[in-house]
T-cell receptor
Framework: DTAVSQTPKYLVTQMGNDKSIKCEQN?????MYWYKQDSKKFLKIMFS???????INETVPNRFSPKSPDKAHLNLHINSLELGDSAVYFC??????????????FGQGTRLTVV | KNEVEQSPQNLTAQEGEFITINCSYS?????LHWLQQHPGGGIVSLFM?????KKHGRLIATINIQEKHSSLHITASHPRDSAVYIC????????????WGAGTKLIIKP
């Protein structure tokens, strides 16, 4: 029974398209995140929601828009995809805000390739 | 050189063996996470450490802050322990960023 699940696992799409990645957690956590993993395995925070409220919105192009219909879901919608958007995106959740003092659980990642 | 290095990259052992996976890092950290990913599954948290040692069942994690090193041990290993184990550190200057190791793929044979 997967704690954090995101779909799809792989996404190949053309430049200019709009796509969504879905994420769901069944842990009852209050906080969910979207991270982008760069080539050096660094997970850069993109967004964080706490109890459906947007808490963190890093300097991410406004083509990226998160949507949290309820505490258990945080979806990522990307408009007008660009080549530079190609990366692995991870959804995560934690009981409390931040990963400094609390355990985080991650989805399996979505490898987005823009061609 | 990556800021978080894990060893070994791959490990195959027989059921019952004592397993050790190592993680070294080069940055100041607020916390270190050990994570587990089964094939096709999500990544679950095993431990979060900022000092000392923690134990959950057959799993033990230790960290030496001065040496910037952590180890994950599995006692009496079992085929269901087969998974990828990932070390991730939270750098001091962020409550949200994580730097991941490349992972250790562990296979336990019956």
């Amino acid at each position: 029974d997967t704690a954090v699940s995101q779909t799809p696992k792989y996404l190949v799409t053309q430049m200019g398209n709009d796509k969504s990645i879905k994420c769901e957690q069944n842990l009852g956590h209050d906080t969910m995140y979207w991270y982008k993993q760069d080539s050096k395995k660094f997970l850069k925070i993109m967004f964080s929601y706490n109890n459906k409220e947007l808490i963190i919105n890093e300097t991410v192009p406004n083509r990226f828009s998160p949507k949290s219909p309820d505490k258990a879901h945080l979806n990522l919608h990307i408009n007008s995809l660009e080549l530079g958007d190609s990366a692995v995106y991870f959804c995560a959740s934690s009981q409390f805000l931040g990963v400094r003092n609390t355990e985080a659980f991650f989805g399996q990642g979505t490898r987005l390739t823009v061609v | 050189k990556n800021e978080v290095e894990q060893s070994p990259q791959n490990l195959t052992a027989q059921e019952g063996e004592f397993i050790t996976i190592n993680c070294s890092y080069s940055v100041g950290i607020s916390a270190l996470h050990w994570l587990q990913q089964h094939p096709g599954g999500g990544i679950v948290s095993l431990f979060m450490l900022s000092s000392g040692k923690k134990k959950h069942g057959r799993l033990i994690a230790t960290i030496n802050i001065q040496e910037k090193h952590s180890s994950l041990h599995i006692t009496a290993s079992h085929p269901r322990d087969s998974a990828v184990y990932i070390c991730a550190v939270g750098p001091l200057d962020s409550n949200y960023q994580l730097i991941w190791g490349a992972g250790t793929k562990l296979i336990i044979k019956p």
